[in-house]
């Protein structure tokens, strides 16, 4: 009798996913999965402490990606993961904090929150997943989609242009601000890894194809022919002036490290303006024993 | 039980406002976060915070607006601090879905709302108790919560520890709902020593990451709380989840998630009923009031006593959830049940229903920019005793 040897397959980047809820809820040649790759292999090849890292996703299909994380995953209202990242930044200087989301989540309905994290240079990295429909939903127009876009509620192409994110955030104050599309794996994973051990708030757009909602409605093919359509239309331009980055339909898509500058984050900056009036404060001895014990018993 | 840090505690005899003495209460509490948005007539609170907050180790922030503010007061929970936000009426309606968060994923805090005269802007500078009904339905879905309504500074100091204690022992939102009067008003307000202030400490954790499941119910239906950096892998969403934190959509999940939310709270209706009754043994009549109006009505009730009429005062200091089993043991023992409020009419609805046609109920409906004349709530007692 002959023994079939156990055969014993490695995703390589499991030990930062949560095995227990795969598969993902995503569809076929969509590209938040691919993003979520080389997240995973920027977090695992900076050597961060994983314990220490807490992601924040706020609603939609890139909205789920904290949840796929073996990491402190909070899946928390439609456009305000930011807020809560600040809150967790705050209370917790120690945490890596990083804010996963979509691109209607984060400039549509989080706008305001993603101007002011900016202006504060709260620590924090976000990742934009740049799909350019509200997909969740079942593909209404975004403030990213391109002008002219078929979508569910643009029947008649839409009649808006689409914003320039990292235009926006440079403006605001972001010390790190880049741009890939879901072809640039490589790329994508090297721009992680920097951003993430890089302080004050960084940004970093990620260009995804939607096959299901936006690729086919706008005769743009599937999750392939994107990946040949990034290809083509990209320029990898580093340190190119955000005011010429804007996205044209069809036009080329500028991609690379368009910002990288020191500033000082907001708790540095806090701590250094209150000086003697800042005051450690380290735990009170408790005068007795709570009810329970503590986490590391 | 554990107490206070005498570091935060500004024990001694002050001459405080309402608003003031609930930020001395929130530090008394532990809370050294706080994260809110300016609007009249609460900020004097967030102001003393802000200026308080750095001598121990604390941090105000600013944020951009109201819903920015309610989830990053989350945030700052979830990363092991105790935090609050405070508010006025159009804010709290901004930070309703986030209280709906709260809720849901069990976030202990603290909502302030020192109420103004609406609806939308209405008067920002002048009292009504508008927002109760709010307080207890305002997010959507169904979910329970606590309020407490202090009628002095001296309760804006007592009441914010023990509010923030609920939060602790039941792992809910609380809200404070003060009022513009009681928020502006400048009393004599005693801070006792840090030793006799009682807090509810965090659930933390009793099992070891592996084995601790973040949603599992305690014996009394409220979940030990692991936060982020502690290598819990915490994962925490709004939507339905089972106890494990993991998002999971149907309805045998959604039946067992929401119902033990409301229990949690609804088992423990005799710690809940948080009341002060005067004379309301052999009364004909009691006034049921909250807040300012509670302290409008005792001078009614004097003039009431003054003409032979015997008439009570049962001062709801728990609003939420509302003592059904005190209404309705008392509703057949009185007359009438006169409930005076800055409002057209809104808690008076629930003690109504509590008193079940036992007893006439009547309402005294203001709409808020000034309190009741004694003389209205007065002929409400007369009525009431015929």
Not at chain 1, 174 to 188: E, I, P, Y
Request: net charge negative; charged share 20%; hydrophobic share 40%.
């Amino acid at each position: 009798m002959s023994t079939t040897p156990e055969l014993a397959i490695l995703n390589p980047v499991e030990e930062v996913l949560r095995k227990d809820r795969i598969p993902t809820i995503w569809c076929p040649g969509c590209g938040i999965g691919t993003t979520v790759n080389s997240f995973a292999y920027a977090l695992m090849g900076t050597g961060i402490d994983l314990k220490k890292t807490a992601i924040v996703s706020g609603i939609g299909c890139s909205g789920r990606v904290s949840g796929y994380m073996a990491l402190d995953s909070f899946h928390t209202t439609h456009g305000r993961a930011i807020p809560f990242a600040t809150g967790l930044k705050l209370a917790n200087p120690e945490l890596n904090v990083i804010v996963y989301s979509g691109d209607g989540d984060l400039t549509s309905i989080g706008g305001n929150h993603l101007v002011h994290a900016a202006r504060r240079n709260m620590d924090l990295l976000v990742v934009c997943v740049n799909n350019m429909i509200y997909a969740m939903t079942g593909g209404q127009a975004a403030a990213t989609t391109p002008g002219n876009s078929m979508s569910t509620t643009t029947p008649y192409g839409s009649f808006e242009p689409e914003i320039c994110l990292p235009q926006l955030v440079d403006a605001c104050g972001a010390v790190f601000v880049a741009r890939w599309t879901a072809f640039h794996v490589k790329q994508l994973e090297r721009t992680m890894a920097k951003a993430l051990k890089k302080k004050g708030f960084r940004f970093i757009e990620v260009v995804t194809p939607c096959p299901t909602l936006y690729q086919r409605r706008n005769n743009m093919g599937d999750g392939l022919a994107a990946m040949v359509d990034y290809k083509t239309r990209s320029k990898i331009k580093n340190g190119a002036p955000t005011y010429e980055v804007a996205m044209q339909p069809g036009g080329d898509i500028i991609v690379g490290e368009f910002v990288d500058r020191e500033r000082e984050d907001y708790l540095s900056r806090m701590r250094r303006q209150l000086g003697s009036h800042y005051c450690e404060f380290p735990e009170q001895v408790e005068d007795q024993e709570p009810e329970g014990c503590c986490s590391e018993c | 039980m554990t107490h206070a840090d005498p570091r935060c505690v500004l024990t001694g005899t002050h001459f405080i406002n309402g608003d003031a003495a609930c930020c001395e209460g929130a530090l008394a509490a532990g809370a050294r976060f706080a994260a809110g948005y300016p609007i009249t007539p609460s900020t004097e609170v967030v102001e003393r915070f802000a200026s308080r907050a750095p001598a121990v180790g604390g941090i105000f922030i600013q944020m951009e607006d109201e819903l920015a503010a309610s989830i990053a007061l989350q945030g700052m929970v979830w990363a092991g601090q105790k935090s609050f936000t405070v508010t006025s009426g159009p804010g709290f309606s901004l930070m309703m879905e986030h209280i709906g968060l709260a809720a849901m994923t069990e976030t202990p805090c603290v909502f302030v709302n020192v109420q103004r005269g609406g609806p939308s802007t209405g008067l920002p500078t002048l009292p009504a108790q508008g927002d109760m009904m709010q307080a207890r339905f305002g997010s959507h879905g169904d979910y329970s919560t606590i309020s407490l309504v202090p009628s002095t500074p001296q309760e804006c100091f007592d009441l914010t520890v023990t509010a923030f204690n609920l939060a602790e022992q039941f792992r809910v939102p609380v809200m404070f709902m003060m009022d513009e009067c009681v928020g502006h008003m400048t009393e004599k307000v005693v801070i006792p020593e840090a030793s006799e202030i009682e807090l509810y400490p965090r659930r933390r954790a009793s099992k070891p990451p592996g084995e601790f499941l973040l949603f599992e119910p305690g014996p009394d239906l409220v979940p030990e709380m692991a936060h982020a950096g502690e290598g819990y892998n915490v994962y925490v969403t709004g939507l339905t989840h089972d106890n494990k934190g993991y998002p999971l959509m149907n309805p045998k999940m959604q039946r067992e998630l929401v119902t033990r939310q409301f229990e949690k709270i609804s088992r423990a209706a005799d710690q809940l009923t948080i009341v002060e009754s005067e004379g309301v043994e052999g009364a004909d009549v009691v006034i049921v009031a909250y807040g300012i109006t509670a302290r409008v009505s005792r001078r009614a009730i004097q003039m009431a006593r003054d003409k032979g009429l015997k008439v009570g005062l049962l001062r709801l200091i728990c609003v939420w959830p509302f003592p059904e089993k005190l209404i309705r043991e008392l509703a057949p023992k009185v007359k009438a049940l006169v409930m005076p409020e800055l409002n057209m009419g809104q808690v008076v609805i629930e003690l109504e229903r509590c008193a079940g046609g036992k007893c006439k109920v009547i309402s005294v409906p203001h709409p808020g920019g000034t309190v009741h004349k004694p003389a209205e709530i007065l002929e409400a007692i007369e009525r009431g005793a015929q």
